[in-house]
């Protein structure tokens, strides 16, 4: 059974930067399509960035253009967050999660087949 494991989440100042991991256990991380989503109370689950099965290609939602980046290292079967200049709207638990099957970044949350545990990302004023 394939695991996410994400790290990294953290309270920061706005402004400020913080990098997630997520780590996946298996053999097959390079076929997975990865996501990043995030969710605060009461709302729904929000995709946030993708990333193809190579690295290269990436895509945001409008939100975080220019902000947030999303990379992979196949050989270490991590794929990372960098978040620059965050915003006190960025607060959220942010979850990492993998598409099986098809090399097509997706933004829905039922296109992703596995997900991680998340971790609390919040952004103070």
């Known amino acids: 059974q394939v695991q996410l494991v994400e790290s990294g989440g953290g309270l920061v100042q706005a402004g400020g930067s913080l990098r997630l991991s997520c780590a996946a256990s298996?053999?097959?991380?390079?076929?997975?399509?990865m996501g990043w989503f995030r969710q605060i109370p009461g709302k729904e689950r929000e995709f946030v960035a993708g990333i193809n099965w190579s690295g290269v290609s990436a895509y945001y939602t409008d939100s975080v253009k220019g902000r947030f980046t999303v990379s992979r290292d196949n050989t270490k079967n991590t794929v990372y967050l960098q978040m620059n200049s965050l915003k006190p709207e960025d607060t959220a638990v942010y979850y990492c999660?993998?598409?099986?099957?098809?090399?097509?970044?997706?933004?829905?949350?039922?296109?992703?087949?596995?997900w991680g545990q998340g971790t609390q990302v919040t952004v103070s004023s």
């Open positions: 999660a993998a598409r099986r099957l098809e090399n097509r970044i997706a933004t829905m949350e039922r296109e992703y087949d596995l």
């Open positions: 298996g053999s097959t991380f390079r076929t997975y399509v």
